[in-house]
């Protein structure tokens, strides 16, 4: 894990975006467990590359991006992931969604559906139901489709 800290992360996309460094406490638990989780998803898409928005974030570039105060990002374990060229974000939202339901070990804690993609972190689940949201503008098809 020394060069990447997974097959198709590099470093710079899981380090926050100020230029901290993903926490070196993390890498041998939280991290393995967000870059299996997007490994996982990564395959289930169709190995398509995958653009990266944010993964770990200080708690002050955190609250300039405007994320919530107990953000998985913080923590280190939640990664935005931009929707794929060539797949519609109405079909990358229910992509995600079926991916987190069909996971048997529950390794996805929570999944937020935006306008640029999704949020996927590796929170513990509370009585094994999933943290879901979705961030899509009223009336739009990706807001309609919520409980898709």
């Not at 899981?14 to 991290?31: A, E, I, M, S």
């Not at 996982?40 to 990266?52: A, D, M, Q, T």
């Not at 937020?112 to 009336?139: C, I, L």
């Amino acid at each position: 894990m020394d060069d990447r800290p997974c097959a198709h992360l590099s470093w710079r996309e899981v380090n926050c975006r100020d230029g901290t460094p993903y926490p070196t406490k993390w890498h041998n638990t939280r991290l393995i467990a967000l870059t299996e989780m997007f490994e996982s998803f990564r395959e289930y898409v169709g190995n398509k590359p995958l653009i990266i928005g944010s993964c770990y974030r200080t708690p002050s570039w955190n609250r300039k991006q405007g994320g919530a105060p107990q953000s998985q990002h913080v923590q280190g374990k939640a990664i935005d992931i931009h929707c794929p060229s060539g797949i519609p974000l109405n079909e990358f939202h229910s992509m995600a969604k079926s991916f987190a339901q069909s996971n048997l070990i529950e390794i996805v804690g929570g999944l937020g559906w935006y306008e640029w993609g999704v949020h996927m972190d590796v929170r513990t689940r509370r009585k094994h139901r999933m943290a879901f949201w979705n961030k899509a503008p009223m009336g739009t098809l990706l807001h309609d489709i919520r409980n898709a």
